[in-house]
């Protein structure tokens, strides 16, 4: 796998408006080793097949119709378009109420 | 009071049933960590007027204990212990009342917003909500052990 593919994962998934943080999972497992950097909250197995992302979600996107199932599936797609068929699980870590970047998405 | 009721029968009818978690096969599955779900639990039953305050002080103490070791799981949120499953969950509230509210009918709509909250944002399926109401908060009881937030 490239040590690209981590990193254009990892900005696919927080492109979601849902999507507060990348987040390492309870014990830091889920992380990507590149030389010189670590990226949160993306694993890709070493033979591509599998991809985990765990993030932690904006409530206030919630609250507004975007429930954690569809937020998933999107993010599970956004992935796919990188990975092909990889199989995605997503670890949904964490909730904050923090308004993020409530500018830049309008 | 513990009172519990399957989500099935307490669900409007005519509600649409939300998006399921469970769908997804082969292309990967969707976890979500239990203190997602306690703080959406938390922040429902909290909207509900009546509710003084969540928890107990022997919850807090467990709470800031299990903070301390890792993977125990955040209890940032007081008086809610959930149990989360692939499809399911299962919640336990602890509220403190303000006094002059009917706790019968306080307890029911506590039940009924965390249970939509949940459904609706999660997609698990709430299986039971129980809620012990452990104290009464009396107007004129502010100087008691409990420290209020807002003077």
């Known amino acids: ?28 497992a889920i992380a990507s080793y590149l030389p010189g950097r670590r990226v949160d909250g993306v694993k890709i197995a070493l033979d591509g097949s599998t991809v985990d992302v765990a993030v932690v979600v904006d409530l206030a996107a919630l609250e ?19 990975t092909g068929n990889a199989r995605v699980d997503v670890l949904i870590v964490d909730l904050v109420q923090a308004q993020r970047n409530e500018e830049d998405r309008r | 009071m513990t009172e519990s009721a399957a ?21 990967g599955k969707t976890t979500i960590a239990a203190s997602v779900v306690q703080k959406i639990a938390g922040i429902a039953a909290r909207e ?8 107990t002080g022997t919850s807090r103490a467990i709470g800031a204990l299990r903070e301390r070791i890792p993977g125990g799981g955040t ?16 919640i336990d509230l602890e509220i403190i009342v303000e006094y002059g509210a009917s706790i ?33 908060n009396l107007p004129e009881a502010h100087r008691s052990e409990e420290v209020p937030r807002v003077e």
Do not use: C, W
């Open chain 1, 64 to 82: 507004a119709g975007r429930p954690i199932p569809v937020v998933a599936r999107q993010l599970r797609t956004a992935v796919r378009e990188l």
């Open chain 2, 75 to 90: 209890s940032s949120t007081p008086g809610v212990a959930v149990e989360v499953g692939e499809k399911q969950a299962a």
């Open chain 2, 7 to 27: 989500s099935g029968t307490t669900r409007p009818a005519g509600t649409p049933t939300p998006a399921r978690l469970a769908d997804e096969t082969s292309q």
């Open chain 1, 1 to 28: 796998m490239s040590a690209e593919l981590a990193e254009r994962i990892a900005s696919a998934v927080l492109a979601h408006p849902a999507v507060a943080m990348l987040h390492a999972g309870p014990f830091g």
């Open chain 2, 48 to 55: 509900i007027p009546g509710v003084y305050s969540m928890g």
């Open chain 2, 104 to 136: 019968v009918e306080l307890a029911r709509a506590v039940r009924r917003n965390v249970i939509s909250a949940v459904e609706q944002m999660t997609g698990l399926e709430v299986i039971e909500v129980n809620i012990a109401v452990n104290d009464i």
